[in-house]
């Protein structure tokens, strides 16, 4: 019988998700590392947590579709016989994105898809599956506050998240199960830079009092303590973790 905290990480073949999966490893769970279609990513993701002594599973699902979701928790089960902790990091920003009124219907029902309702799937099954004590953090964005033009959708997927962060950490009362959201500002990873002249990047990374863009790794300590002993008393909070932008 698994003795040790489970942990399942939507969308964590790489960037943030993968930093993450590894840094709850370091911190004795046994980590789900979900992908949606890159196993050789997954694969990598999950050899460096076994090559630092840690314990780790690569699942395939598209947590958009309501029965993978499902199917990524009767993996896990079956795998470690629980699940105590879910991060919702699985997302999409496209790189280009346009006005509200030149946002075509393609755009935003994978939006919806991916980033609303995916998270809402993962949540629904969470809400029954994990153990007495459990931990959800679902991740948001600090454009919520920044509100800049060309992410209307996206933002607005994201401000859903929050509001259901909240609720749903009500719902569970009686369970002593905590649901955050982390919402991260501008962090520098491969899908985050791909794209953008080196001005702009500095340009993001002056908007914070710190002067500098996120790390995976500040977003993943920022996780790791929500999900660790010294966060159970956070509950239903959105903790935006960038630099002090907004």
């Known amino acids: 019988m698994n003795t040790k905290q489970v942990a399942i990480v939507t969308g964590a073949s790489r960037g943030i998700g993968a930093t993450l999966a590894q840094r709850l490893a370091r911190d004795g769970f046994a980590v789900i590392v979900n992908y949606a279609g890159n196993a050789d990513a997954a694969a990598t993701v999950v050899k460096a947590i076994e090559a630092g002594g840690g314990q780790a599973a690569a699942v395939?699902?598209?947590?958009?579709?309501?029965?993978?979701?499902?199917k990524?928790?009767?993996?896990?089960?079956?795998?470690?016989g629980r699940v105590d902790a879910l991060v919702n990091n699985a997302g999409i920003m496209p790189p280009q994105l346009p006005t509200l009124a030149n946002?075509?219907?393609e755009t935003f029902?994978?939006?919806?898809?991916?980033?609303?309702?995916?998270?809402f799937n993962t949540m629904r099954e969470a809400a029954t599956r994990l153990e007495n004590g459990g931990r959800i953090v679902?991740?948001?964005?600090s454009l919520v506050g920044t509100a800049?033009?060309?992410?209307?959708?996206?933002?607005?997927?994201?401000?859903?998240?929050?509001?259901?962060?909240s609720i749903l950490s009500k719902e569970l009362r009686g369970k002593n199960i905590t649901v955050n959201a982390v919402a991260p500002g501008p962090t520098a990873t491969e899908l985050f830079l791909n794209g953008k002249s080196p001005e702009l990047v500095e340009r993001l990374a002056k908007m914070n009092p710190l002067e500098r863009l996120g790390t995976p790794e500040d977003i993943a300590g920022a996780v790791s303590f929500l999900l660790g002993p010294d966060g159970g008393w956070i509950n239903g909070q959105t903790l935006r973790a960038n630099g002090g932008m907004v």
């Open 148 to 165: 800049l033009p060309g992410y209307s959708v996206y933002t607005a997927t994201k401000a859903g998240i929050e509001l259901m962060t």
């Open 60 to 70: 395939q699902a598209d947590v958009a579709v309501s029965a993978q979701a499902k």
């Open 72 to 80: 990524l928790f009767d993996e896990a089960t079956r795998l470690y």
């Open 138 to 141: 679902n991740f948001s964005t």
């Open 109 to 119: 029902d994978r939006l919806i898809a991916v980033n609303l309702k995916g998270s």
């Open 103 to 105: 946002t075509d219907d």
